[in-house]
């Protein structure tokens, strides 16, 4: 696994949802019941009531990530608030960001945000295709970019998203992973052994949950002020939001 980096990024609570106790609920597929209990699923995204342990992940609070040799995390930093708000990982000139969010215990959001995102794209003259994926239905979508040389250009960029049991998994995968389905099986899987853990406090649905620096391994690097990240940030739970890179 390579090395820990932090770069900056912002998020935005909004209306308020009563507690609930996290309900037993599978992710990405429901558990087959055994004599001696419910078998763990095998393929996620999954919620911490679905494993016995953590596994081969690293424990980044809300989310438990899978790691793969070769892989590279950055944590997302809030700069006003220098909280942690995303992770993060990149293989291969592939890219993978993910985050996790506080959602209601009725009904999923994942439908609406890809509207949102969706109308985001167009209003910045892009385009988007909302096709079936290994997640369910997801967005390929085609963004206007400028090159550092001033060249007009257009950034992929695939919206992957699964609602569990009160919180929302969002990932975004950039690069070769965005267009090539065989670059894109490693980190898929990266997404797909997922852990979201939801703790039982109130949250304002689309809230981010909370994410901590890793405790184990090597200490995170600072990014240099200006240096621009391998994977872009997009706040697509934000009313109007932008599509900007961290920086």
């Given amino acids: 696994m390579g090395l820990f980096r932090r770069t900056a990024s912002k998020g935005t609570p909004q209306a308020s949802e009563p507690a609930e106790p996290p309900q037993e609920a599978a992710a990405g597929g429901e558990p087959a019941e055994e004599a001696g209990g419910p078998a763990e699923p095998t393929r996620g995204p999954f919620d911490a ?5 953590m596994g081969p992940r690293v424990d980044l609070g809300a989310i438990w990530l899978p790691v793969l040799p070769g892989l590279e995390l950055r944590m997302e930093i809030d700069k006003r608030t220098q909280k942690v708000t995303g992770v993060s990982a990149t293989l291969g000139g592939s890219g993978l960001q993910v ?34 994926g290994p997640f369910g239905r997801e967005l ?21 998203g699964v609602d569990g049991p009160r919180w929302f998994l969002r990932g975004v995968l950039t690069g070769k992973a965005a267009v ?20 039982g406090a109130p949250r304002p649905p689309r809230d981010l949950l909370t994410l901590t620096l890793p405790n184990q391994g090597r200490r995170p690097e600072t990014a240099t002020e200006g240096t621009e990240p391998r994977t872009p940030t997009f706040d697509p739970l934000t009313r109007g939001p932008e599509i900007t890179e961290i920086r």
């Fill in 140 to 160: 390929i979508a085609r963004i206007p970019a400028t090159t550092s040389d001033g060249r007009q250009a257009v950034r992929p960029a695939r919206f992957v």
């Fill in 180 to 199: 090539d389905a065989e670059a894109a099986r490693a980190l898929e899987s990266v997404f797909a052994g997922v852990v979201v853990v939801r703790d």
């Fill in 49 to 53: 009531s679905q494993v016995s342990s």
């Fill in 99 to 132: 985050q996790a969010f506080a959602a209601p215990r009725t009904a999923g959001i994942w439908d609406e945000v890809r509207e949102e995102i969706a109308g985001s794209v167009a209003k910045q003259g892009g385009t988007v295709d909302d096709v079936p």
